[in-house]
């Protein structure tokens, strides 16, 4: 044997040997640190089954208690904020509360309720529902549901909430203290399907123009603003307020639905396409109720999806006049995915495009958190409290489409309206912010202005009343009472602001949403911008 061969066997030995006791030395070292190993354990090997497995041997294994159903849903939307900013995995309660909010119906009593004081106070008794078939009223308070106080314990709103939720057909018992009644009374009353209209008001501004507000494109969303189509038409209206304002979508098939009773025969009203989904074309028939009055719909930043598909295929077609401030820019289509446990997951799979082939969605290519904060910075850069000539978003940078009229729409980042009209800002500071994020404005008016004035002497004095100056004055003494610091350069500031929003939300108590609306709309700029536009 060479020399040299002999010396590599000796090197390769001492390094197999050193080696060796590396791998012994660490793993003791390994178990002294508190480190076990499992022989003879094989896991999974696909990613699927890791993902699940992982998580499973945290929760079993794990030094600390966890949740091992946030880290799923975690897990999940870390995959889906990959994507796209709209596809989302919803929670078991997540899918059944958007569930019912979009089918315009849920299982219940159909009441609606302020916390107050620790105590639930009926806000809204809904029209044919069991509650009011049982006599609840406006005004009562829930001290009791079923055999558990309610009233004084510091429940969170949604314990609270559940307890009166149940299936169609079982029994609640609620205990309720009415205004004016020295004792209790208890009410029994059998959980129904409650029927909720997705229009919030629906009246005439004045002879002949009439306003509609939508919250969102729900199942019964087209039906609803058929019927309110017509009564407005028997006294007279020629002209169409369509509120989208805040109107965050809804279902693809109620947004044409509602387009089909205002766009002529044939025309198209929206195409959906992606990948996997072919191109599907939205048809108007012809012959809805509103084909031929003058029409103007409200928008702004919170505006997104089927709100953009309706405003956007009016724009397109030169229907009628979009006026507020550019939309929220959603232009991508989910399809709901349930799964055995009552969750879902609502996935992308499509594009819409309106009629001239713009696409709304706007981008999301700097990641989740910075389209999550798109809106803000559209405040912070001016856009919404600025007269703009041109939008500043991905628009300027998109090809213009030109209408029958001549006129150009953009792509690409939401409907930009034909008339600019800015957010009102004046007033609005810490002091004002500080009323609305510890809901001073709401527990004044609930527990205090709501006595002092009734339903029928506001429907009748809708135009002149106001807030009088011992209104004010006592709500700085309540504002005082809540231990807020008052800075009396920003209650100058703010004073306006605040009579507005206490009288809208007396409204609001004793008229429900569409009185809220009639007060608001005196006022409302976008409104006043449209009555002059359809003149």
Partial sequence: MKPTT????????????????????????????GFTFQRNVQYADNNAEKVDQIINLINRNYVDEINADTLSHDEIDSLLHQLDPHSIYLPPATASEQSELLDGSFDGIGIEYYVLK?????????????????GLKLGDKILKIDSVFVSGKHLPREQMIGKIKGRKGTPVQLLVLRPGVNRPNLFTIKRGRVNVSSIDASYMLNTDAGYI????????????????????????????ILDL???????????????????????????????HEPRTDYIATGGGEFEDGKL??????????????????VQDLDRGIIIGRRSFGKGLVQEQFPFGD??????????????????????????????QNEIEDRFNDGELTEKMSVPKDTLTKTAFFVTASGKKVFGGGGIQPDIYVK????????????????????????????????????????SSFAITEADYNDFIHFVQHKNVAIDRKQLAASKPMIYADLKALLY?????????YRAVNLTDSMVKQALSALK
């Fill in 6 to 33: 002999r010396q590599n066997l000796l090197i390769a030995l001492t390094y197999s040997v050193t080696l060796i006791g590396g791998m012994f030395l660490g793993y003791k070292f390994l178990k002294d640190q």
């Fill in 118 to 134: 620790d105590t639930l106070l009926v806000t809204n008794v809904i029209k044919d529902g069991p509650a009011a078939g049982a």
């Fill in 213 to 240: 507000r939508i919250s969102e494109f729900g199942a019964n969303t087209d039906k609803d603003f058929v019927d309110a189509v017509r009564t407005l038409k028997v006294k007279g209206m020629r002209k169409l």
């Fill in 245 to 275: 304002r805040d109107n965050g979508g809804g279902y693809l098939t109620a947004a044409t639905g509602l387009a089909n009773q205002l766009l002529p025969e044939n025309k198209l009203i929206v195409y959906t396409q992606g990948k």
């Fill in 296 to 313: 103007a719909i409200l928008i702004n930043e919170n505006s997104a999806s089927a709100s953009e598909i309706l405003a956007g295929a």
């Fill in 342 to 371: 009552g969750s879902a997951l609502n996935l992308t799979i499509a594009r819409y495009y309106t009629p001239l082939g713009r696409s709304i969605q706007k981008s999301y290519k700097k990641g989740y958190t910075a389209y």
């Fill in 423 to 462: 957010m009102d800002t004046a007033g609005m500071n810490k002091f004002y912010n500080t009323l609305l994020s510890k809901r001073i404005l709401f527990d004044y008016v609930f527990d205090v202005l709501a006595n002092r004035y009734n339903a029928g002497y506001l429907e009748h004095n809708l």
């Fill in 508 to 516: 609001k108590y004793h008229l429900g949403e569409a009185g809220y």
